[in-house]
């Protein structure tokens, strides 16, 4: 019989005990399935016994050869240095630590076998601290016949201990134990190798494997795997998907009592793009399945028009929508405009967050409840327990990147009325690669809106070292003589939000000093909302002509004159941040400017990034960037890397993947076995973001 190796503990192999187990815990890996599935990161070819007159720099081999002399030298190091030669060639194998008896041992006459590097030395290649074994003429140079995997490993684990392990666990491996879940059917139509085949082939290369293919992650054996993988979390996200639909929702069609007024008042007509996913989102409102709808729109695309014209359609059919922004100050501006444009229109906009108290936040509550309250903004306040909405069918949550997965479930839930859920709209500023949204939103269905309102002058930014900073304080008194605001952000390395609180409030002051005379304010993360809120409002009130600030400024404050940004040290934000934080500035008609003010000397990355703010304001093409300098964890942001971390899949290298994944993905969705199976390996047994 041969139990699941997913089911074996590590601690089934001979000779793993408690201690082994901790270790191995920490690479993740507790099963014997897991510790097939760790792969090796490169490989040595010990293959065969490489001529020394052919070995090049920077060559991993084997080589045998006879010691010709063996010397102490003083260099700046005590060394024992051993010429070797085998006829072709001669090396240097250098010890920096050896022993007496190593020093005995390793005299003119012994013949060696060696493994180590060839690397350019003093004169001609040498070896530091190759391993080596002493041999006689007569025996046979023993070799093995597979590459040798090197795998990441961890301390106190060494790589000869992990790699017997894995030959242990290899023994076990059959396709019983470890079935293969990906249907043969599939395997054949697009030339996928078996599981057992792929996993036998990456632990013990033959000697003749393309070394740099597999180097490269692009092996067949290993795209096999990260196939899988990659199929495991598209699945789970469908699963989720589904389950989210599961309940059924309000059908809401256009009616256009209130769309139709709300348009005609506006002071702009839509642009191609609001008009284009307004209709994708009319259209799924009126289906009875929840609508889960993602809408990236670059800063100043126009979303919140959007979310509007799904509101109304919501009311227009009787039902209550709520409109949830991550901070209050977001939400506040969201009630501001919603109420500007709702409030003729007959809707009074109810507001909810964690500063409406008392008496009010009551006669708020029993609004919701009773109906009352068609449109109600705020805060994550709108999902605490004692809210409950009469009949809600619509939640618009705006800026989705401050929220994970988790929290994107938890709000589905509580929106949850019964056998039906409402309708869900979220929408981003910051745009999200292709690759990413097929993977990381699979579950959602997406919009862009690719196109901003005419008439924005592009923000000119321009990249200039620290060491000029009194030019650019200079050119901060110059904007706000002229009557402009400007945004001064700070940023620290520093984990700790009191650390970069307290930078802030030194900045502020040493702007206080040098611009005698300007109004400046300070927010920071470290301010109690309320306080926040005032010091905003002043500045959006012109009250204010300098506002410094920590990143929390980041998201939607509109203040159109506002042109003249400075961010210190840039080179320490990802790009997409910076976009976010760039896109404060450019909201009105004069020319507005942003400058990266980094702290030289800048690594060539950096350069690369900044040279990317500087070259475009297309958020695609930033985001694109980012993730390919910074990879997917980072561009999502933290709250994600939890859901974003593969094992053997890389988002970038193996986007290729994707189309297909999907593919597969319908053609055994209806599989419920398979699917929960596929799930589980790859996303082990708390399943799946599901859990909430
Ligand atoms: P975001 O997508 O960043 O949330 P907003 O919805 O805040 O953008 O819109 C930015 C600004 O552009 C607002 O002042 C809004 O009134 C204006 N706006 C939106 N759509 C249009 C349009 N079609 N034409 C002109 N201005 C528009
Ligand atoms: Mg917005």
Redesign the pocket.
């Known amino acids: 019989m041969s139990l699941p190796l997913a089911q074996r503990p590590v601690t089934d192999l001979k000779g793993v005990g408690a201690a082994l187990e901790l270790k191995l815990e920490r690479l993740g890996i507790h099963t014997l399935q897991d510790l097939l599935f760790h792969l090796p990161l490169r490989y040595q070819d010990r293959t065969r016994v490489v001529p020394v007159g052919g070995l090049v720099p920077g060559q991993e081999a084997v080589i045998c050869g006879e010691i010709k002399v063996a010397d102490l030298v003083q260099g700046r190091r005590r060394a024992l240095l051993c010429r070797i030669q085998d006829g072709t060639g001669t090396i240097s194998l250098r010890f920096f630590h050896f022993s007496a008896a190593q020093k005995n041992q390793l005299k003119p006459g012994v013949r060696l076998r060696c493994f180590g590097e060839a690397r350019p030395g003093p004169s001609g290649l040498e070896m530091v601290h190759p391993e080596y074994r002493r041999i006689d003429a007569e025996t046979a140079v023993a070799v093995e016949d597979s590459l040798t995997p090197i795998y990441p490993t961890t301390e106190g684990l060494h790589q000869t201990r992990l790699r017997g392990l894995v030959t242990l666990a290899l023994q076990s491996l059959s396709a019983e134990a470890l079935p293969d879940l990906l249907p043969e059917t599939l395997r054949r139509q697009w030339n996928l190798p078996s599981l057992e085949e792929s996993i036998r082939y990456l632990h013990q290369p033959p000697v003749e494997a393309d070394q740099a293919l597999l180097l490269d992650g692009r092996h067949p054996a290993q795209r096999r795997l990260a196939f899988e993988e990659l199929l495991a979390h598209h699945l789970s996200l469908l699963k989720l998907r589904h389950q989210a639909q599961h309940p059924g929702a309000p059908s809401l069609p256009y009616r256009g009592e209130l769309i139709r007024p709300f348009l005609d008042a506006l002071p702009?007509?839509?642009?191609g793009a609001?008009k284009r996913v307004c209709n994708e989102v009319a259209r799924d409102l009126a289906r009875t399945v929840p609508m889960l709808r993602l809408v990236q729109?670059?800063?100043?695309?126009?979303?919140?028009?959007v979310a509007a014209m799904a509101a109304l359609q919501a009311v227009e059919n009787g039902l209550q929508a709520a409109v949830m922004a991550p901070t209050e100050i977001l939400a506040e501006q969201h009630h501001i405009n919603f109420s500007a444009w709702l409030e003729p229109l007959g809707l009074e906009v109810a507001w909810l967050a964690g500063k409406v108290k008392g008496k009010a936040r009551e006669k708020q509550l029993a609004a919701i409840a009773a109906g009352e309250a068609r449109v109600v903004v705020g805060t994550h306040a709108l999902f605490q327990d004692d809210v409950h909405f009469a009949d809600l069918g619509l939640v618009v949550v705006?800026e989705q990147h401050r929220f994970g997965v988790h929290q994107r479930l938890s709000l589905r839930e509580k929106g949850r009325n019964g056998a039906r859920a409402p309708h869900q709209l979220i929408?981003t500023?910051t745009p999200i690669p292709r690759t990413l949204t097929m993977s990381a939103y699979a579950d959602l269905d997406c919009s862009v809106?690719d196109e901003l309102?005419?008439?924005r002058t592009p923000v000119s930014t321009v990249v200039i070292a620290d060491s000029r900073r009194a030019e650019v304080v200079e050119r901060v008194r110059l904007a706000c003589a002229q009557g402009r605001q400007a945004y001064w952000v700070c940023t620290l390395i520093e984990e700790s939000e009191a650390l970069q609180c307290q930078a802030a409030e030194v900045t502020a002051e040493s702007l206080r000093e040098a611009l005698p005379g300007l109004r400046i304010g300070l927010v920071h993360g470290r301010m109690k909302p309320a306080e926040k809120a005032a010091v905003m409002a002043q500045f959006k009130a012109a009250e204010l002509q300098l506002l410094v600030a920590t990143t929390v400024i980041e998201v939607?404050v509109?203040v159109p004159n506002a042109s003249l940004m400075i961010i210190e040290n840039p080179e320490r934000l990802g790009l997409a941040q910076l976009h976010q934080l760039r896109?404060r500035v450019g909201?009105g008609s004069v020319e507005s400017y942003c400058v990266l003010m980094y702290q030289a000397p800048l690594s060539k990355q950096g350069r690369e990034r900044l040279g990317v703010m500087r070259e475009t304001s297309d958020g695609f093409r930033i985001a694109e960037k980012d993730l390919e300098l910074r990879g997917p964890g980072e561009v999502l942001g933290t709250r994600q890397t939890g859901m974003m971390q593969f094992r053997i899949a890389d988002l970038q290298r193996d986007a290729d993947l994707l189309p297909r994944v999907r593919q597969v993905a319908t053609q055994i969705e209806h599989d419920v076995e398979l699917n929960s199976a596929v799930i589980r390996r790859w996303l082990g047994a708390g399943e799946e973001y599901g859990q909430v």
């Open positions: 702009f007509p839509l642009t609001q729109g670059d800063v100043g695309s126009g979303k919140t028009v705006d929408m500023a809106i309102p005419p008439g939607g509109d896109g909201r």
